[in-house]
């Protein structure tokens, strides 16, 4: 597997542009499941779970091209409703294609995902909301094979406003008989983009953004026709590597609807961020303030940046409180930080973390912790296991690069 080999301490200048939404693009292009025709999806990132839902889609029988981060996606001939293992195993949002194979033929069998590295990640609510539309559910070898001849529309209370759960049933309600309400629905941008994708396609969707989403269910969908909004994740991280280098980047394409949360926090950091150039502009601070933070469901600070921002607060110039409330076990980075000589102890869901001067180069595997803080450490740092960063970012080193770090892929 490759490594990355990052000589810390250079400050980030420049602008860099956003890729294309993960998060975003994989519901999206699962959504074509629910039409025939033929489907495009464009700023597609070039990323591995992109590859592996090329895959999928192909395997189910679609009908896939894809060109320069556009997608065509003819979903007319499905000739399966089976998502295998050795596909589902690498990417656990492959559970996706369950609501709508079984909205559109009746019937699909996804293999359950096994252990993931952040904790037990059941697929429970999925199945209960599909299970009150009207599906039959069982298990069989691992498989999740649901039945229905036409999904009913039902008002479905989630216990966890869980992203993946909303998208899934969603997608399965906009096809059923009558009228859907998800209670406690999940109000990231990456939903109210499925829903806007959706309702191009003919589907009846309202409150996609707020707690209840009210989907009336129609008869036939179209094909699909988008671009996928930019990664908000990516722009986040870009906007803390210039913090934390104490630098000064355009982030083009980093919306600041998305990402209120980090900029409040950033800016109590001492950061200074203004809206410029079709992004948003990051000067970082000289000392970096020590702040609290706590992950939530959106619009609280997303999960999805906390390993981030605790690089950040390991150069803080107090002690941080840094609580993990939407995973169990999302800690692994603190074990790479602390080899680095950060001063952070655990208790529960709770990190404290006492700022140190500096951060020293060390060997370290990428976990979750996507590389930020070698980029300030003083010497050099060598990155293993890339596979997570590989997974999240499109061309990272390249474009920390283009901003002026001293980093680079090797062969291992
Ligand atoms: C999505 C994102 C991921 C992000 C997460 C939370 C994608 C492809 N991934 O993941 O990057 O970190 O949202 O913002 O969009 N849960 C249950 N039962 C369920 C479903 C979820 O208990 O049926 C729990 C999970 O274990 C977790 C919490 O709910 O503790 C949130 O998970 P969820 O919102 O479903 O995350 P994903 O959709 O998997």
């Known amino acids: 597997m490759d490594k990355i080999v990052i ?165 399965a309600a906009t096809l059923a008989k009558g009228t859907t309400v998800l209670e406690n629905a999940a109000c990231e941008p990456e939903i109210v983009d499925l829903a806007e994708a959706l309702i191009r396609m003919g589907a009846r969707i309202s409150g996609a953004g707020t707690d209840t989403v009210v989907i009336e269910g129609v008869e036939a969908l179209n094909p699909l026709e988008i671009a996928v909004m930019p990664d908000r994740i990516e722009a986040g991280t870009f906007l803390i590597a210039s913090a934390i280098t104490r630098g000064d980047v355009l982030v083009r394409g980093a919306v600041s609807a998305h990402l209120e949360a980090l900029i409040s926090k950033l800016r109590e950091a001492g950061a200074e961020i203004s809206e410029e150039g079709g992004g948003l502009r990051v000067k970082g601070p000289n000392e970096i303030k020590s702040v609290d933070i706590k992950t939530r469901p959106h619009p609280g600070f997303p999960t999805d940046m906390q390993a981030q921002f605790m690089a950040l607060m390991a150069l803080g110039s107090g002690t941080s409180m840094i609580v993990e409330n939407v995973f169990e076990n999302r800690f692994m980075h603190v074990c790479e930080l602390q080899r680095m000589g950060a001063d952070i102890r655990i208790e529960g869901h709770t990190a404290t973390v006492k700022g140190v001067k500096e951060l020293l180069g060390a060997p370290v595997m990428a976990t979750d912790l996507r590389a930020l803080a070698g980029l300030a450490a003083d010497n050099t740092t060598e990155v293993s296991r890339i596979y997570h960063l590989d997974r999240g970012y499109e061309h990272i080193e390249k474009k920390l690069k283009g901003l002026g770090a001293d980093i680079e892929r090797v062969k291992e």
């Open 7 to 171: 000589h810390g301490g250079r400050r980030l200048e420049g602008e860099v542009q956003v890729s294309g939404a993960k998060n975003s693009a994989l519901p999206l292009l699962f959504a074509t499941l629910l039409a025939p025709g033929t489907h495009h999806v464009g700023n597609v990132p070039d990323l591995r779970d992109i590859t592996t839902v090329e895959k999928l889609l192909t395997v189910l029988g679609a009908r896939v091209v894809r060109e320069n981060g556009a997608f065509t996606v003819d979903a007319t001939p499905i000739q399966s409703v089976e998502a295998p293992y050795d596909l589902v195993k690498t990417m656990r949002a492959s559970v996706l294609v369950l609501g709508p194979l079984l909205a559109r033929l009746g019937h699909a069998r996804v293999s359950l995902p096994g252990g993931c590295a952040i904790g037990a990640r059941p697929i429970d609510l999925h199945l209960k909301g599909l299970e009150a539309m009207g599906a039959e559910i069982s298990l069989d070898h691992g498989y999740v094979e649901a039945r229905a001849e036409r999904l009913k529309g039902a008002t479905i209370c989630l216990d966890i406003p869980t992203v993946g759960g909303t998208e899934n049933l969603m997608m």
